[in-house]
């Protein structure tokens, strides 16, 4: 009898949890509306525009901007995270595609950025921005024509938890240490549509 009481509150016990996480799950899901822009900083918003603008093919939705923030507002270093005084200007592209996503660069004054950045691919924090595109073949043979270098690839994936996809990366040749041989990684993926869109 002890037995069969002990299984029955754990089975009680284990939907209650269950019931609960479902409700949390529900309400910050019910949040969301999507993925609203990915912000990259530059080394140069003037010399980047052009190569997302005329190179990738992306409309400018918003600036590029003045410089705003400076010495006197220390809220907006506070805000971004970065030491005082904060100086920066941002220019907002439309990325091509039947969603809404943008991508949002970024220009700081102030505080002055490494030289060295952005790191290696493989180091804690460092990122990605992909752009699904419908032929990565002549989406690669474009940008060669530009003058852009890409990584070994594209890489196909016939099975594992990537099938489907072909995809390549690529270094916005704006923002591109030679020094360090690092630069913003950027991605182009091509996404077999019989596959379950992911």
């Known amino acids: 009898m002890k037995r069969k009481a002990i299984i029955i509150f754990s089975i009680m016990f284990l939907i209650g949890v269950t019931m609960v996480c479902d409700v949390v799950a529900q309400k910050t899901q019910a949040q969301y509306l999507g993925v609203f822009h990915t912000g990259i900083t530059v080394k140069n918003l003037d010399d980047s525009i052009p190569f997302y603008r005329d190179v990738l093919g992306f409309k400018i939705a918003v600036g590029p901007t003045d410089w705003f923030g400076g010495p006197t507002d220390t809220t907006l270093c506070a805000s971004l995270g970065v030491v005082c005084p904060a100086e920066l200007r941002l220019v907002v592209f439309e990325v091509p595609g039947g969603g809404k996503a943008t991508l949002e660069l970024l220009e700081y004054r102030s505080p002055a ?9 493989n ?8 752009f699904r595109v419908k032929d990565i073949d002549a989406m690669i043979e474009r940008l060669e024509d530009e003058g852009v270098t890409f990584f070994p690839g594209p890489n196909d994936n016939p099975s594992g938890p990537l ?7 690529f270094i916005d040749p704006t923002n591109f240490n030679a020094a360090t041989g690092r630069g913003i990684i950027l991605e182009f993926i091509e996404i077999d549509p019989r596959i379950i869109e992911r």
């Open 163 to 169: 099938a489907g996809w072909r995809w390549i990366y």
């Open 113 to 121: 950025s490494d030289p060295g950045a952005p790191f290696p691919a």
């Open 123 to 130: 180091t804690w924090g460092a990122h990605h921005v992909a």
